[in-house]
């Protein structure tokens, strides 16, 4: 059974602050997922999805059977009352609600690594980015040190699934998370533009996480120093440096198939 609900229900009320409010968010530990394919992801991943709602022009949608297979409520409302819900100007016609999915800090120090560590990151498609280019890559985890909010809609949608699957912590000072990291073994290498060894370098003979700065800035001299070392992605022609995403990517990969 799917209830059509009206543009005033307190459900819609409180999906509009969970897509737009981060203290919302996190006072209750609830996010928004935008779009069939992501909610079905997201269900697939056996993430706690809580509500699912749709415009009614989708009530034929296959994502309404798989909502209720999954035992989740569904509910409709009108298209133009859908459209501002959603955190973008062309909504995707699903959203559903899930539970917050934290990771540990500590228990992502203990594996095998690869891991991420996004310190301070501001642009929430970057960070998407980089949690999708983790699982791509066989990272075992990303650890967000201050910046963006992991549930961040915009980051959801770049990750593309992604952050369904990568577990994600969050430590608020990426000095803090680094020292965690090497507290417990792992071998933190610092991106920096200029000065660091090729990604391909870095000894593979313990665990390693790969440590992401601030778009504009980088990374902090603190954070620099805490590290055991530096790497930088090989760049020929003018290109003087590349995106945190682009780098990161590139880094990760180079991490999965080299022989240092």
């Known amino acids: 059974m799917v209830e059509e609900l009206s543009g005033g229900n307190p459900r819609c009320r409180r999906l509009r602050r969970l897509a737009r409010d981060r203290g919302f968010r996190h006072d209750e530990a609830a996010y928004i997922v935008e779009g069939p394919t992501l909610v079905a992801e997201a269900l697939v991943a056996d993430r706690d999805v809580r509500q699912v709602v749709l415009p009614t022009s989708a009530s034929g949608h296959d994502l309404v059977r798989l909502v209720q297979r999954a035992g989740v409520d569904a509910f409709l409302v009108p298209d133009r009352v859908f459209d501002g819900l959603a955190s973008t100007r062309s909504s995707q016609p699903a959203l559903a609600e899930v539970a917050f999915h934290d990771a540990e800090a500590a228990a992502l120090a203990s594996t095998a690594g690869p891991l991420v560590v996004l310190a301070e990151l501001g642009d929430p498609g ?21 910046g963006v909010d992991p549930y961040n809609p915009k980051l959801v949608r770049a990750a593309a699934g992604s952050s369904f699957r990568v577990p994600i912590a969050t430590v608020d000072d ?19 533009p200029h000065g660091g060894i090729p990604p391909t370098e870095v000894p593979s003979d313990g665990p390693v996480a790969l440590i992401l700065g601030n778009e504009p800035h980088g990374l902090d001299a603190g954070v620099v120093e805490a590290c055991t070392g530096l790497i ?18 590139v880094a990760l990969h180079a991490l999965a198939t080299g022989s240092g």
Request: with cysteine.
């Open 126 to 146: 970057n960070a998407g980015t980089l949690v999708r280019s983790a699982e791509a890559f066989g990272a075992t985890g990303v650890l967000m040190a201050g």
């Open 174 to 192: 990426p000095v803090a998370a680094v020292r965690l990291l090497t507290d417990a073994g792992v071998s933190c290498w610092a991106a920096v």
């Open 232 to 249: 930088t992605v090989p760049t020929v022609g003018g290109v003087d440096s590349l995106n945190v995403a682009v780098a990161g990517s």
